[in-house]
Every structure is written in C-alpha cells, then in structure tokens.
C-alpha cells in the first residue's frame, strides 16, 4: 500500500475491480446467449420490450456490439461510456421485467437484477476509483 494513501483505497480499488468482474460475467453470459441462441434473444425482445419482428442475424449484431463494450468495460476502458452503457442496458433489463416481481407471476430469480443494478449504479458513481487493473484513466 502506498504510504500516502487513505487507509481504505486499497479496499476500495479491490472492492470496485470484483464488481466489474462480476457484473462483466452476467453481461456475457447474456452476449453469449445472442451467439448460442439468436431466437432466444428476439423472444426477449418481443416479449419483454414488444418489439417483434426482429431477425436473428440483427440478435448477433447486437450481441457483437455489446461484446465490445463489455470487454472494453471489463478493461476499464472510456469508463464513462462503457460503465454508462451497462448500467443503462441492466436498468433496462430490470425495469422492462416488471411483470416477474408481481405476484401472482412472481420470478424470484428476477429479484438478482436488482443488487446487480446498484453494482452497477456503483461502478458507474464511483468510476474515477476503479483504478485497480484498468487499461483506461
């Protein structure tokens, strides 16, 4: 530990380094998903956004595009864009499955998104600390 660091920046740096770890793998098993099973990916879409009609090969688009910027994410690369656009892409994600935290259709696996959302939220706030294994300042 640097001597003239505050005694908690060592917690801190690790602490925000396992967030992004932990959230970059929940967001590539979802990038990986639209590789695997593109139709799975356009069922999400119809049924949780009512956007229909949307092709498979359009699923692997925005899978490609999204594994780039959660491995930029991952990196710590344009913190600012990257840890934006994940917190926004779950928020989403959270909000537009409203119906799985009602009952009587209550998902209890849904509840996960939202303790990942304030990860997120946290990275997002507290991005200028995420300095521990970063390719990007």
């Known amino acids: 530990m640097n001597e003239n660091q505050p005694p908690y920046q060592a917690k801190l740096e690790l602490s925000l380094f396992l967030l992004r770890i932990t ?4 967001m590539l098993a979802w990038t990986i998903d ?10 999400i879409l119809e049924g949780f956004y009512n956007i229909g009609g949307v092709g498979e090969t359009v699923i692997m688009i925005m899978g490609a595009a999204e594994l780039v910027i959660i ?12 840890y934006g656009f ?24 849904f509840f ?9 939220i946290t990275l997002f706030l507290l991005r200028d600390f995420d300095v521990k294994f970063v390719l990007g300042k």
């Open 23 to 26: 959230v970059f793998i929940v």
């Open 34 to 43: 639209k590789f695997v099973s593109p139709g799975h990916g356009a069922r």
């Open 71 to 82: 491995l930029a994410f991952l990196a710590g690369m344009w913190k600012k864009y990257t």
């Open 86 to 109: 994940v917190m926004i892409l779950h928020g989403l994600t959270t909000f537009a499955s409203w119906s799985a935290y009602i009952p009587p259709d209550v998902s209890l696996t």
């Open 112 to 120: 996960a998104a939202w303790p990942m959302l304030a990860a997120c």
